[in-house]
């Protein structure tokens, strides 16, 4: 008896391994468009042409050459690729209850739209040296320093937990002494192209920032930051 009930209690956990499994498998991010020269490199592999349809998994860098770009499909978030940008796919996992998605951002600029879906929960993650900002159903555009927000509120905060919320309609950069800047209303139509330009019309004043949380660990020596979005 002492060993059915241990063969069954086994059954049950391998049971319940694969459908942990099936529940939480690696997601994949479809090529929705291409123009110019676009590459990716899968992990150990060659770098290949870009093509419509082309899907990439977890590890893949993907790259864009001058005057070329991209857009990335992961179900409902979309993610524009501008010229001469290059993109780790760090982790895509997907789930019944959505999708988690993490970024890194090596050099370019690029535009994510990640729309609210009834029911379930997009955690996307882009990393950068520099800043970090921290969204729900929004769409903005990032190059690893200037925030620009076109849809919805943005939490911009640097490694050491200064931040300022960023609107719709807003933009915000990393000033040279590493402190968020306060927002700065921009027109509908405006672009991280006419960043130049707003932050020399933007009058910069003294930061002072909102009570942070406990501090992490200390970072390692090569601090990188994220682009978190949450959307519920």
Not at 38 to 48: D, F, M
Not at 125 to 149: C, Q, W, Y
Not at 213 to 232: G, I
Request: proline share 8%.
């Amino acid at each position: 008896m002492k060993k059915l009930l241990v063969l069954v209690s086994l059954a049950c956990l391998a049971s319940a391994a694969v459908m942990a499994a099936d529940e939480a498998a690696a997601a994949k991010v479809v090529f929705a468009a291409v123009s110019g020269k676009v590459e990716y490199q899968r992990p150990g592999s060659a770098w290949k042409p870009a093509k419509v349809g082309d899907s990439v998994e977890k590890g893949t860098i993907v790259s864009t050459g001058f005057k070329s770009s991209a857009t990335l499909k992961l179900d409902e978030t979309s993610l524009y690729l501008k010229p001469l940008t290059r993109l780790t796919l760090e982790d895509l996992i997907k789930t019944s209850g959505g999708t988690q998605t993490k970024l890194y951002l090596l050099a370019g600029r690029v535009k994510a739209d990640v729309p609210p879906q009834a029911g379930k929960t997009t955690d996307f993650h882009i990393k950068s040296p520099t800043a970090t900002a921290s969204v729900r159903g929004t769409e903005f555009e990032f190059d690893g320093m200037n925030l620009m927000v076109s849809r919805g509120t943005v939490q911009y905060q640097t490694p050491t937990n200064q931040y300022r919320l960023v609107g719709a309609q807003e933009f915000s950069y990393i000033a040279p002494n590493g402190t968020v800047t306060p927002p700065t209303t921009v027109g509908p139509n405006s672009d991280l192209g006419d960043a130049a330009q707003v932050i020399v019309q933007s009058t910069v004043g003294a930061f002072t920032p909102p009570p942070a949380p406990p501090p992490a660990a200390a970072p390692a020596v090569k601090q990188t930051s994220t682009v978190s979005v949450t959307v519920q």
